[in-house]
């Protein structure tokens, strides 16, 4: 069965460095997504990704944050200069078509600590 | 009018018992409302998932009530069982624009066995 797939699973940084976190979404998708899920919290909407430009972003997702998709298939999300509240659980998500709400596919997730 | 609440925040049940989540939302132009289901370590699945022209949805021992006038839907598992011990997340979304969840915060739900 097709799936979302994410690396790495659990990274550790220092405040301040630069993380990229990579998403490979299942291959006849179209709309891409990233979410969060601090620790025991709801999981919260960063960015969505469609015909290679950001379509929604939440407050969120500030100038620290970028999305691009280097290639058909790899969506990356970089923080630039991290901080401990970036400190999450990081979720990409796919869906197949562009109209009409449906499921959304999510990967495993890419856990991300900020000492 | 973006926010979803959800209850209980958990939710403890004897094995074989009905499980019963709610959640609440304030968008009315809100048209899609899946729950989904995470199990430690992994990312939410799709369980079950309704939109508002219907009452009632159920697959198996999963059962989605919706209730347009109220604006509540609620996950109702019966006959639960051990392995259905995971966090629930009821979600809903426009049927326009980037179709993008918005999550309630979830139930911790524990089945005994």
């Known amino acids: 069965e097709p799936e979302v797939t994410q690396t790495p699973s659990h990274q550790v940084t220092q405040m301040g460095q630069e993380v990229i976190l990579r998403c490979v979404p299942i291959?006849?998708?179209?709309?891409f997504y990233w979410y969060r899920q601090i620790l025991g919290q709801k999981v919260e909407f960063l960015v969505s990704f469609y015909n290679n430009e950001i379509s929604e972003k939440s407050e969120i997702f500030d100038d620290q944050f970028s999305v691009e998709r280097p290639d058909g298939s790899n969506f990356t999300l970089k923080i630039r200069s991290t901080k401990l509240e970036d400190s999450a659980m990081y979720f990409c998500?796919?869906?197949?078509?562009?109209f009409g709400a449906g499921e959304l596919f999510f990967g495993e997730g890419s856990r991300l600590t900020v000492l | 009018q973006q926010q979803v609440k959800q209850s209980p925040q958990s939710l403890i049940v004897q094995k074989g018992g009905i499980s019963i989540i709610n959640c609440a939302y304030e968008n009315t132009a809100f048209d899609y409302f899946p729950w989904y289901q995470q199990f430690p370590g992994k990312g939410p699945a799709l369980l079950i998932a309704?939109?508002?022209?219907?009452s009632e949805k159920k697959e198996g021992r999963f059962t989605i009530s919706f209730n347009k006038s109220a604006k509540q839907f609620s996950l109702h598992i019966m006959d639960s069982q051990p392995g259905d011990s995971a966090t629930y997340f009821c979600a809903a979304t426009l049927d326009s624009g980037t179709y993008k969840y918005i999550f309630g915060t979830g139930t911790r739900l524990k089945v005994l066995a």
């Open positions: 309704i939109r508002p022209d219907v």
């Open positions: 998500a796919s869906r197949p078509r562009p």
């Open positions: 291959s006849n998708h179209l709309y």
